[in-house]
Every structure is written in C-alpha cells, then in structure tokens.
C-alpha cells in the first residue's frame, strides 16, 4: 500500500477494537467515542495530507511504490532536508501540540532498521525481524506509540528508568510461537489511536542476570490479547471549535499500559534478554537522534504558534508600544530563533552515521531537547501576563447565540481592532495554552516526555568533549604573562 489516506487509517482504527479504557468504561469504537473521534479526525488529516501533497511528503521506494517521508532512509543531507519539511507540514498542522504525530516513531523504526546489525549481533533472528517490521510498518503506514519506562511504587528505586522488579513488565516464558510478557508501562502517549505499540528498553538497567527479564525490544499489535491501555481524564470537554479550539482537535491521549501476559510472535522481536544491547539501543542504533530531530520540528513549529499567538494578543489590545511587552516578545522571539538555529545547525552538520544512514548533528538537538523544558514553561507564562483579565472575559459560543446577553458582549467585549467575537476567540485560545487542563499537560509533557530532565542533562554532559576546553583554561593558566 503505502503512504495512506485518512479514511484508510480510521476504518483501520474502527476494526481494530483495542482494549481501552476510560472512566470506568471500556471504550467501544474510538473513531466514534467523543474523547477520541475529535483527534482521531486530527490524525487522518495528517495522512491525507501526504495524499494532497505527494511530491513534498512522501517518497519512492525500492518496490516502486510511495511510502510516507517520515520513513525515509536518509542518504544524504537533501534527504534529511526534505524529511524536515515533511514533519514541519504535520508539526504546524497540529500547532505543534500534538507532539506524537506518527513521524516521531516512523524515524525511530527507520533508523533502527537500518542498523539492523546492531539486533543482529544479539541473535541473527533479530536483524531481519527489525528489517522486516520496518517494511511491513512503511507498507501499512502504521500509527504507532511506544512505552520505555516502568512503573515505580516508591524512590528506593533509584532513579528513573530503574525499576520496581514486580511492577515492571517483564519475560515470563519463551513458548515455540514467541515470548510471552507480564506487568505495567508508564505511558503510550496516542495509544486509544495507535494501530501498534513499540516496547523499548526502558534505558539504564543494571547490568545483572536479574535484570534480564526486563530487557526487552519488541512490537506487538495494539489488539493483542491481554494488552490493556487505562487513560487519564479526556481534556476534549465537547465542546465547539470555538469555545475549545485546541482540545477539540488535538487531546492526544496519555495511557499507562498494563500486559496480561501477552504473547509476543518471534518475528516481532528484536531484542530479549539482552541487558548491554538494551542500554545501548537507542544511542548504537541513532534511533535517539533521529526522533530528537522530529522534537526539533515540532519545538519550532510550537514556538512559531506561541509567538504567534503573543503577537496577536499584542496588538489587538494595543500593547506592541508597551515596554515590558515588547521585552516578552522579544524574549519569545529569542526562544523561537534558538529552535530554529538549532534545527538548521542539526541539518547543516548531517553526517553519515556508521550504519551508512545520514543523521542530524546530535549536539544542536541535544541543545534543544534540553532547552525547551525549560523555555516552553515561560512561553506559556508569558501569555498568561500579557493576558490577564481578558482571559475570564471569555464567554462561551452559546453566550454570543443568546439575545439578552448578545448586545452587551458585543458592546464591552470588542478590543482596539477586533470585534467581539474575533476578541473572545483570541482569548479562548490563549486559555487553552496557557491555563486549561489541556495546556497543562502540555507543559508537563514538554518537561517530561523526553525522559527525566535530569537525567538529560547529564547525557548531555557526557556527550559533550569537554577535554579541550579543560586543556584550554589549564594552558591559560600556565601562560607565562
Ligand atoms: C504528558 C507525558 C507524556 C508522556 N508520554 C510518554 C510516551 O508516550 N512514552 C513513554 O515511554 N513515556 C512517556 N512519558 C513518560 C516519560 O518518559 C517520563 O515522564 C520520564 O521518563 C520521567 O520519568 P518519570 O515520570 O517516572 O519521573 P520520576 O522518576 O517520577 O521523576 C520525577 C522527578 O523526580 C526526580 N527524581 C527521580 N528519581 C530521583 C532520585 N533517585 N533522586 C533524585 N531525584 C529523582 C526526577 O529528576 C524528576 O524531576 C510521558 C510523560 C508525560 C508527562
């Protein structure tokens, strides 16, 4: 098949009838169900965009046909370019809040299975599973999630990513058809719309035979028997674009997935046992920075929104001559360069990584990923100062459809170059971001969803050769005069 359409993925999800649950109720057609049907639509558009664009966002494969760009191989500077503009056209179709368009996973299948050596080392089977899966993944133009960490009961743990043995999911027998996995992941962040569900190490095992049960790669179909996705609240209230023009679209979903003993088939398994080659995947197979670039769009495509929506806010309520406003905004301006900087620079310095496979300079993604958990939380910040009060002065749909209330909101609810409506539109979309439950967790999402922000920054620092610059200060030091 290929690159698919819209209609294509829901009447996929529609047969699918994964086990999910939601406030007690297990949830029937997702397509349909009102906290799923309004994202559901979301993410066929992006598939019907690669339909009404198919120069730009997909790409001719080896058997002849079109495949979404997201699963490209890139060979060269130009490819990693034009997977760039491919997920910058679904990134800014989502106002860069949905963050698990399915080009963030597409990218890690594709450069895991060009490293298809890397699995291969562990047990032959395991090379040609991950090869084999991507080809089946670009074919179907799957939308997958994917769950790393495990669940903890308490901090004697250690830190994230270590693990409460019970609690963890974990091997529980080898049988002649596959593996067979029991316990608990945290988050599938898309899962209710997912047709499939990546398990990847969660990241720092210890390296002892106790931890060997843990060490798992593998795939499995979202229907698997005994897979179970549990949801938190829906932030989608059902209400009208108007009055909720983010969460009515875009409430990705987060869900903690418990496996039932779940049998896993053999040809959808890459790594089993396997402690070393699991704390390594990510970082071995490039597959870390590959979905870093993807972040890096999004972060771009997110902080051009949120820039935007400052803008706006600025002048309708002729504040663009303000100091402190223009302060703010330049400091929104700052945050929106230094992500577009940092993606241009990844590009720029693409290289060839040892599987053959061109990737982005880790270095300036590293930058990013470690900088807009930080930056994204002020950015939000900044519409709620610039907005104050105006955000309460936000009246629903149904208020300007009401004869005894219309005249008035109309009267007192204008600003300098807006009228009514357009004013409270402005200000219902900057509640969304800035204070709702659906903003929220967007803010939480980019502290987090990454890994732990700590943990991040210590990679960075071991990624980074300091030694130089060390050499650099110590030879100052010793200059004579
Ligand atoms: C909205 C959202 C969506 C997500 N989606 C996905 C997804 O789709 N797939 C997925 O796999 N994961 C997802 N994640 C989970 C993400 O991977 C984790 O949140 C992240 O790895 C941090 O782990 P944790 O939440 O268990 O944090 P915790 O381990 O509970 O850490 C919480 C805080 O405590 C600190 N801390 C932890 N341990 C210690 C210690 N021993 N000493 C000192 N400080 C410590 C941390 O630095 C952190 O600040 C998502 C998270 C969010 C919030």
Redesign the pocket.
């Known amino acids: 098949m290929g690159a698919r359409s819209g209609n294509n993925f829901l009447s996929s999800l529609k047969k699918l009838g994964a086990e999910v649950w939601l406030g007690g109720n297990r949830v029937g057609d997702v397509t349909a169900h009102p906290a799923f049907a309004n994202v559901a639509r979301s993410v066929a558009s992006l598939y019907d965009l690669q339909m009404e664009h198919p120069e730009s966002m997909t790409f001719r494969t080896d058997d002849g046909g079109r495949a979404g760009m997201s699963f490209i191989i890139p060979k060269s500077v130009e490819d990693v370019r034009k997977r760039t503009r491919m997920m910058k056209q679904w990134a800014d179709f989502g106002c860069g809040m949905l963050g698990?368009t399915p080009d963030y996973l597409n990218v890690s299948i594709a450069a895991m299975a060009a490293a298809r050596d890397f699995f291969a080392e562990s047990d032959p089977r395991h090379g040609d599973n991950i090869w084999n899966y991507y080809l089946q993944a670009r074919h179907h133009d799957w939308c997958a999630?994917?769950?790393?960490?495990n669940p903890r009961a308490s901090?004697t743990a250690?830190?994230?990513g270590h693990t409460d043995a019970e609690l963890a999911l974990r091997l529980v027998e080898k049988t002649n058809d596959g593996i067979v996995v029991n316990g608990c992941r945290?988050?599938?962040?898309l899962a209710p719309l997912a047709e499939e569900l990546l398990v990847f190490p969660s990241t720092v095992l210890k390296a002892e035979p106790a931890a060997e049960p843990l060490a798992l790669s593998f795939a499995t179909a979202c229907n698997a028997k005994g897979l179970k996705f549990i949801c938190r609240d829906t932030y989608d209230a059902g209400r009208s674009r108007f009055d909720n023009p983010l969460s009515s679209r875009f409430d990705e979903m987060?869900a903690v997935v418990v496996f039932d003993n779940v049998l896993v088939p053999w040809e959808r398994v890459f790594l089993c046992g396997d402690v070393a080659r699991c704390n390594a995947l990510y970082a071995a197979t490039g597959a870390v920075v590959h979905m870093m670039h993807q972040v890096a769009v999004k972060n771009v495509a997110k902080s051009e929104f949120l820039l935007g929506l400052a803008a706006r806010i600025a002048e309708s309520s002729d504040a663009m001559s303000l100091p402190h406003v223009r302060e703010r905004l330049a400091e929104m301006i700052t945050t929106t360069e230094t992500m577009r900087a940092c993606l241009r620079a990844a590009e720029a310095d693409a290289a060839a990584d040892r599987w053959g496979v061109f990737t982005p300079a880790r270095a300036p993604l590293d930058t990013a990923r470690n900088l807009f958990p930080k930056l994204y939380p002020r950015m939000v910040e900044i519409i709620q100062l610039n907005s104050s009060s105006s955000l309460m002065a936000t009246p629903a749909e149904s208020d300007f459809k009401n004869p005894a209330e219309r005249a008035d909101i109309e009267k007192y609810f204008a600003a300098a170059d807006s009228d009514a409506r357009e004013r409270v539109a402005l200000y219902r979309l900057a509640w969304e971001v800035a204070c709702s439950s659906f903003g929220g967790?967007q803010v939480?999402?980019e502290r987090?969803?990454f890994?732990?922000?700590?943990r991040m920054a210590s990679a960075l620092v071991d990624s980074t050769d300091l030694k130089p610059l060390v050499e650099r200060v110590k030879a100052f030091l010793k200059r004579p005069d």
């Open positions: 698990r999630t994917h769950t790393l960490v901090r250690g830190w994230a945290m988050l599938a962040t987060d967790r939480l999402y987090f969803f890994g732990d922000p700590v």
